[in-house]
């Protein structure tokens, strides 16, 4: 069974975001199931690294469109991004170091917990701006 499962609440109404949203969820789900299922540190350590790339490229795009379109919210909007990253960056840091326990059921329920409540607050904020501006 999944941690997370995407539904309509998770929508920006932008479609590339909505997009890269959901292969968030999906390699949260697919880390999580692999810790589950007791895969290999090499194998976790690969999930968790395409992780946390995909999330540092989400981030980039989002924070491209703000800049580009001057989306009035887009310093705190970055804060939220840099804290997070700094996190997943010491969690990634921590488990290649061979501190294996770090990807624990707390880590998995932070970083799920994370990014619905950042989609459903945050980020649904600046869908209507960028439907304004022309994004779709």
Known sequence: MPLMVWNEKLSVGIA????????????????????QAGRSKEALGGILDSLVAYTKSHFTH?????ARLGYPDRDAHKAEHDALA???????????????ATLSMEVMNFLKNWLIKHIQGTDKKYGPFLKEKGVA
Request: charged share 30%; hydrophobic share 40%; glycine share 2%.
């Open 16 to 35: 590339q975001f909505d997009e890269e949203h959901k292969q968030l969820v999906a390699l949260v789900n697919q880390l999580f199931d692999a810790v």
């Open 62 to 66: 989002e924070e491209e469109h703000f």
């Open 86 to 100: 700094s996190q997943v960056l010491e969690v990634q840091r921590k488990y290649h170091a061979g501190a294996t």
